[in-house]
């Protein structure tokens, strides 16, 4: 099945303490996309990928990172998350910018 | 960076038609149009999108005015699984090709 999915669904952290959430795509596809979506605010792009190794921000990069190693793989790390981060985040993926987007189930984030 | 603005609720009744607007009056010559929904609890899902003439899918109808300041995303027959967030979404092109600008939103209702 065509998919997007991300990894883990949910998850409660800390102030400070690294985490990475995973996601993935099984469709061969070359666009890559993280956004992150809040109440009041919908949904606001943090970083989208062309292809390997090819990287570029979108309107909220600040506090995230991301690479691209791998055409299927496009982890999003937050390396020192704060509160202003509590967020539901979205990976998408499409064949190429101009292809409709897939998108995974989210990952809901909680930073305490 | 170009944005789009949309009415934050519409109301429909079932098995009407219904016609969400879109303005982009900062669009640039480049930009398409895309529109995706979002059904309560599920990320994004594409609806159609165009550049500059009227398109239509299984989905719906994108109607572009002449001078690409607004648009119309036109549901022939609204059912109740259409109740969702609509987004109306700039792709930019040129030297930000790839990103992605969302609007906040429309609310849609559907009445039995």
């Known amino acids: 099945e065509a998919q997007v999915t991300q990894n883990p669904r949910y998850l409660i952290t800390v102030t400070g303490k690294k985490l990475t959430v995973t996601c993935s795509q099984n469709?061969?596809?070359?666009?890559m996309s993280w956004y992150r979506q809040d109440p009041g605010l919908g949904l606001r792009q943090i970083y989208y990928?062309?292809?390997?190794?090819?990287?570029d921000k979108g309107d909220v990069p600040e506090g995230y990172k991301v690479s691209r190693k791998e055409k299927r793989n496009f982890p999003l790390i937050l390396e020192s998350p704060s509160p202003n981060q509590t967020s539901l985040y979205f990976c998408?993926?499409?064949?190429?910018?101009?292809?409709?987007?897939?998108f995974g189930p989210g990952t809901r984030l909680t930073v305490t | 960076d170009a944005k789009t603005t949309q009415p934050n609720s519409m109301e429909s009744n079932e098995e009407e038609p219904v016609h969400l607007p879109c303005n982009h009056s900062?669009?640039?010559?480049?930009?398409?149009i895309h529109w995706y929904r979002q059904l309560p609890s599920q990320g994004p899902e594409y609806v159609i999108h165009?550049?500059?003439s009227n398109v239509n899918n299984r989905m719906a109808s994108l109607a572009i005015a002449e001078d690409r300041k607004s648009s119309t995303l036109i549901l022939h027959r609204a059912t109740l699984r259409d109740a969702a967030v609509y987004y109306c979404?700039?792709?930019?092109?040129?030297?930000?090709?790839?990103?992605?600008?969302f609007g906040q939103g429309t609310i849609l209702t559907v009445h039995p």
């Open positions: 998408a993926s499409s064949l190429s910018i101009g292809n409709e987007q897939y």
């Open positions: 469709m061969n596809h070359e666009y």
């Open positions: 990928s062309m292809n390997v190794e090819v990287t």
């Open positions: 900062t669009i640039s010559g480049t930009d398409y």
């Open positions: 165009g550049l500059t």
């Open positions: 979404i700039l792709r930019a092109g040129g030297t930000s090709y790839g990103k992605l600008t």
